[in-house]
């Protein structure tokens, strides 16, 4: 079978990818805003790129009208960020971390 993404919509390549890369692991991505507002955020697009140094491939994707989610406007800033992997105890808080909270709330205690 062939699929030619060009003419499809951006959601539609989206949907595709995620339904042809399984098992798919979840990164549950935190960061601290400049202010102090703790960030969490799961990726389903990550990986490992190499062990020396450590190094993890992470894809953030902008929010719809195209300005820069928290996780990127404060990896930007501070310069770090922690990669937990969710395990099935964590399901229904990641879940939870994926709305399109507001950058004054902390996730943490929303999730």
Do not use: W
Not at 17 to 23: A, F, H, M, Q, T
């Amino acid at each position: 079978m062939e699929i030619d993404p060009a003419p499809l919509e951006h959601r539609d390549v989206y949907q595709l990818l995620i339904s042809l890369i399984v098992p798919r692991p979840i990164a549950l991505v935190s960061t601290i805003a400049p202010d102090g507002i703790h960030n969490l955020a799961p990726f389903s697009f990550f990986t490992g790129v190499c062990s020396k140094p450590p190094t993890v491939c992470l894809s953030v994707v902008r929010r719809r009208g195209g300005e820069k989610k928290d996780t990127l406007r404060n990896m930007e800033a501070t310069r770090e960020f922690v990669v937990s992997m969710v395990s099935d105890h964590l399901a229904e808080p990641m879940n939870q971390s994926a709305a399109e909270y507001p950058p004054e709330v902390d996730e943490f205690a929303a999730a």
